[in-house]
């Protein structure tokens, strides 16, 4: 009885240390977020969501390879490899035929030509393997236009005209799908990011702008703003792209298109931020701000514009995928930009094509980069939007 009662007293006394553990780690836990900073708290509640953490990270990847196409793409985007048209995604393996572990390689791909549809039949040689390397050397090319160099990040040690790899395949000239994408997702993402950061600037300035002051400027920015969303969006930007010239070089075609996209999406940002401004422009903040001696700009800029970043955040997130498909439509039906430019919208112009689609399905890869882009910006702008907010529950 004496043993029973003593065990009953240990566990009591070690129930009591666990509680008073968690009650520690609770007051610790507690006192962090009292003393938490702003953007410490948005960080926190960021990371609260899944999705939108797993979204920043596929977005983060996007823009790195954009950053370093050349180095991440095994070809030159213009490299034909004459052999291996329409040539489909090679598979890699680690098991060879004869169940032997290697490193990732590819079988020796040989062709064929059907003798009745006379179209190129593709086959493996399981008698001939090529491993695949890392930081390999490959076509010469300048990163950023300022450093010359030979490395890739992967490639086959076999010289080019024997055999080369083909990720996602090749288009109907035998040039590597893998690799155009990667130089298209340069335009393609950054005409989504410059432009929506263009509209972001001028919706806040007109928008603050037409909010605190009010009367006759109010009056005419919102009549500016009601003629151009009385014209339909699609017929809009499809006049103003036909009209830029079609003999226009490549980078002065790319600000036209992200010109024109900005021209058209900073209308509605400008209604949000006119209401909001509307609303607080007496409210006890902006009128010490006044009192202060501060200037109207830094007033709109400093103090009222920040108090409602959240959505500025979630705006700006949120308006690169509508960008990014704009520039993927218009290129997709020619309006846009034009070979030989490398866009995912230009890309896709070969969908455009019945034969190649039912003959090499994998030519509508760019499409799913596009709705993996559009995704990931989506659910990346929930999360930022959440947390911008951290008081919120």
């Given at each position: 009885?004496?043993?029973?009662k003593?065990?009953?007293i240990?566990?009591?006394?070690?129930?009591?240390?666990?509680?008073?553990?968690?009650l520690?780690?609770?007051?610790?836990?507690?006192?962090?977020?009292?003393?938490?900073?702003?953007?410490?708290?948005?960080?926190?509640r960021?990371?609260k969501?899944?999705?939108?953490?797993?979204?920043?990270v596929?977005?983060?990847i996007?823009?790195?390879?954009?950053?370093?196409?050349?180095?991440?793409?095994?070809?030159?985007?213009?490299?034909?490899?004459?052999?291996?048209?329409?040539?489909?995604?090679?598979?890699?393996?680690i098991?060879?035929?004869?169940?032997?572990?290697?490193?990732?390689?590819?079988?020796k791909?040989i062709?064929?030509?059907d003798?009745?549809t006379l179209?190129?039949?593709?086959?493996?040689?399981?008698?001939t393997i090529?491993?695949?390397?890392?930081?390999?050397?490959g076509?010469?090319?300048?990163l950023?236009?300022?450093?010359?160099?030979?490395?890739?990040?992967?490639?086959l040690?076999?010289?080019?005209e024997e055999?080369?790899?083909?990720?996602i395949?090749?288009?109907?000239?035998?040039?590597?799908?893998?690799?155009?994408?990667?130089y298209?997702a340069?335009?393609?993402?950054?005409?989504?990011?410059?432009?929506?950061?263009?509209?972001?600037?001028?919706?806040?300035?007109?928008?603050?702008?037409?909010?605190?002051?009010?009367g006759?400027?109010?009056?005419?920015?919102?009549?500016?703003i009601?003629?151009i969303?009385?014209?339909p969006?699609?017929?809009?930007?499809?006049?103003?792209?036909?009209?830029?010239?079609?003999?226009?070089?490549?980078?002065?075609?790319?600000?036209?298109?992200t010109?024109?996209?900005?021209?058209?999406?900073?209308?509605?940002?400008?209604?949000v931020?006119?209401?909001?401004?509307?609303?607080m422009?007496?409210?006890?903040?902006v009128m010490?701000?006044?009192?202060?001696?501060?200037?109207?700009?830094?007033?709109?800029?400093?103090?009222?514009?920040?108090s409602f970043?959240s959505?500025?955040?979630?705006?700006?997130?949120?308006a690169i995928?509508?960008?990014?498909?704009?520039e993927?439509?218009l290129?997709f039906?020619?309006?846009?930009l034009?070979?030989?430019a490398?866009?995912?919208?230009?890309?896709?112009?070969?969908?455009?094509?019945?034969?190649?689609v039912?003959l090499?399905p994998?030519?509508?890869?760019p499409?799913?980069?596009?709705v993996?882009?559009?995704?990931a910006?989506?659910?990346?702008?929930?999360?930022?939007?959440d947390?911008?907010?951290p008081?919120?529950?």
């Open positions: 009885m004496a043993a029973l003593r065990s009953w240990e566990r009591s006394e070690e129930e009591s240390r666990e509680r008073d553990t968690h520690d780690t609770d007051i610790v836990e507690d006192e962090k977020i009292y003393v938490a900073s702003y953007s410490q708290l948005m960080w926190w960021f990371l969501h899944r999705m939108a953490a797993l979204a920043g596929l977005v983060i996007l823009y790195l390879i954009a950053a370093f196409a050349e180095f991440v793409a095994p070809y030159d985007p213009e490299q034909s490899f004459v052999k291996y048209k329409f040539v489909p995604p090679m598979k890699i393996r098991i060879d035929a004869e169940g032997r572990l290697h490193r990732p390689f590819v079988y791909i062709r064929e030509r003798p009745e179209r190129n039949i593709y086959t493996e040689d399981t008698t090529h491993p695949i390397r890392f930081f390999v050397r076509t010469e090319y300048e950023w236009s300022q450093f010359p160099t030979t490395w890739h990040l992967y490639g040690d076999v010289p080019h055999q080369g790899i083909f990720l395949g090749a288009d109907r000239l035998g040039r590597d799908l893998f690799s155009r994408l990667c298209g340069r335009i393609s993402l950054t005409i989504g990011l410059v432009s929506v950061v263009i509209s972001l600037v001028i919706g806040i300035l007109l928008g603050g702008v037409s909010g605190f002051y009010g006759s400027i109010d009056n005419t920015i919102q009549r500016l009601e003629f969303r009385s014209i969006e699609i017929p809009l930007i499809m006049a103003l792209a036909a009209a830029l010239p079609a003999d226009w070089p490549v980078v002065r075609l790319y600000f036209g298109v010109i024109l996209l900005s021209f058209v999406g900073w209308t509605g940002l400008a209604r931020v006119r209401g909001r401004f509307l609303s422009r007496e409210e006890d903040f010490a701000a006044r009192f202060s001696g501060s200037g109207e700009m830094r007033i709109i800029l400093r103090h009222m514009a920040p970043l959505h500025i955040i979630a705006s700006l997130t949120l995928p509508g960008i990014i498909l704009s993927t439509g290129s039906i020619g309006l846009g034009r070979a030989p490398i866009s995912w919208g230009v890309l896709l112009q070969e969908a455009q094509n019945l034969r190649s039912a090499a994998w030519v509508l890869t499409g799913l980069a596009v993996l882009a559009v995704l910006f989506n659910f990346l702008g929930d999360g930022i939007r947390a911008a907010d008081y919120a529950r």
